[in-house]
């Protein structure tokens, strides 16, 4: 027990980094929805609830635009490559780069801050009914943008630190980080909920960053490398602004495709905006728990080889990581795309959520659901292309889907209503993930194995059997209320899916259980082709 303590706290391995990483994502998934049940059992899917998620869109630019392009697109490569020469310069560079992100991300705080009258009111003024919103909603999104306007600057440095810890592959305090935020919502509302509303709701979400960022500086000390202010422009930080730019420009264009649907959504339908978020978030949890867990953990092991120059062991991890997503996601998508309707109405038809709701959020979640590998995957994709210094290409990749989101939202919500964001959603994230694999496929010289189509093909055939066995515990449970439904569904059809991946024997599984402290590279003599 000492010994797992010890290396749970300690580097850990891809695969182990994944599974704890994903279990971490899980309970804040968890903590998550206990937040969207707090908050839908209050106030529904209502006026109420389009203000607060509403007031999430400038904030969330801001960080986007301001910080994580650049602590995600470029920071871990570019420090990983100084500190083989030198620990002491490469500790110097993310001085000067945490200093840059708290003075910017303070100023534009400001900024936003006087700006955020004018910008609510251009995009929020108006009613479904095509009349002018009350003053008074108008002023409730605009002081919950004011007091969410702390979460760039705490954010900015809670990931400024998250990616030096990751790059140490200390991953428990990049973990535990997302609950403290939930659970932070979740006591707000809880305690102060009654009395204030959605603010006591955004006041949780300032304490849950503050304790975000608690988590990682606590544990930031092990790295080695001290806190301070550096002012130094050097070579290596203009790197860092250089690949951040086109990584900022893909997030950009995803926020783009937020506001976007939140500015149609107001406009379309009461409780809309509240719908695609209740649905966006469900929808969320394979993808966080899969995509970004996995991604992440694999991150560090492919720049590692990038700095090596070992293709083989890049492609190795990279073919490794994408059977482990999929193995997760493609069933995921599946069972919930089929249990959607039972999903909504076990989780939040009660209290001020109702029947009207009900049907608004089923919509979305059953269209988006078929994202969720596509969603997964390019996390990865993107990742690698970052490995590889490019942060051009996924950039790319978010611009177009913004432009297949953007436009078939437009098209498709006169036909379907709120439904259509989880049809444009899910096939933006497609166009996306096919672009990148084209690309990757062209300038890298993608090569896959015999091994590893054979895995692939299993997991589809094991997704096929849950899918009949999913479809007929609904049929038979007919009369069983929703969580009877749900529970059935869930049960047999994981049992049938992992039953028959047992026997079918998938051999890449395996490490997602294993505790490794060193990067599994591929046996020398397996073909490539």
Known sequence: MSQFIKQLFGPLGAGAGALLLTSANLASYIAGLIRDLVLAHTLGASADTDAFFAGFLIPDFLFNFLVLGFVSGALLPVFLNTEKDSKQHAEAVFQS?????????????????????????????????????????????????????????????????????????????????????????????????????????????????????????????????????????????LTIIRLGIPKTLGLVAFQLVLVTFAVIATKTETGG????????????????????????????????????????????????????????ALPAAIGLMLVAHETVDALFVRGAFGERAAMLTTGVLFWISL???????????????????????????????????????????????????????????????????????????????????????????????????????????????AFGRLGGAITFGAIAYFGAVLAMKIPEIEEIFLFRKKPITPPKDEAYE
């Open 97 to 237: 780069f945490l200093t840059l992100v708290i003075i910017v991300t303070t100023f534009f705080a400001i900024t936003a801050f006087v700006c955020a009258p004018f910008l609510i009111k251009h995009f929020f003024a108006e009613l479904p009914s095509g009349l002018s919103r009350p003053s008074a909603e108008l002023a409730q999104i605009l002081t919950v943008t004011r007091i969410l306007l702390l979460s760039p600057i705490l954010f900015g440095v809670s990931n400024s630190l998250g990616m030096i810890l990751l790059a140490k592959r200390r991953f428990l305090s990049m973990a535990i980080s997302p609950i403290l935020y939930n659970v932070g919502i979740i006591l707000g509302l809880v305690f102060f909920g009654s009395t204030y509303g959605i603010m006591a709701a955004a006041w949780g979400a300032v304490a849950g960053a503050t304790m975000h960022l608690l988590s990682r500086a606590l544990d930031f000390p092990s790295t080695h490398i001290s806190l301070r202010l550096r002012t130094t422009f050097s070579p290596e930080l």
């Open 273 to 328: 905006l509240a719908a695609w978020n209740y649905a966006r978030n469900v929808q969320s949890l394979p993808v966080s728990l899969f995509g970004i867990a996995f991604a992440t953990a694999a991150l560090p092991f492919l720049s590692a080889f990038e700095v090596q120059k070992n293709m083989v062991g890049f492609h190795h991890r990279l073919q490794k990581s994408t059977l482990q997503i999929l193995f997760f």
């Open 371 to 481: 994202s969720i590998p596509f969603e997964s995957l390019t996390h990865l994709f993107s990742r690698a292309f970052l490995a590889n210094k490019n942060t051009l290409l996924p950039a790319l990749g978010k611009v177009l889907f913004l432009a297949v989101a953007a436009s078939a939202a437009y098209l498709l919500t006169p036909i379907f209503g709120i439904a259509a964001f989880g049809i444009a959603f899910s096939l933006a994230a497609f166009a996306e993930i096919v672009l990148l694999l084209l690309v990757f496929w062209q300038r890298y010289s993608l090569q896959i194995t015999r091994g590893f189509l054979s895995s692939l093909a299993k997991i589809i055939a094991a997704t096929a059997l849950l899918a009949i066995i999913v479809s007929a515990v609904l049929q038979f449970g007919e009369s069983l209320n």
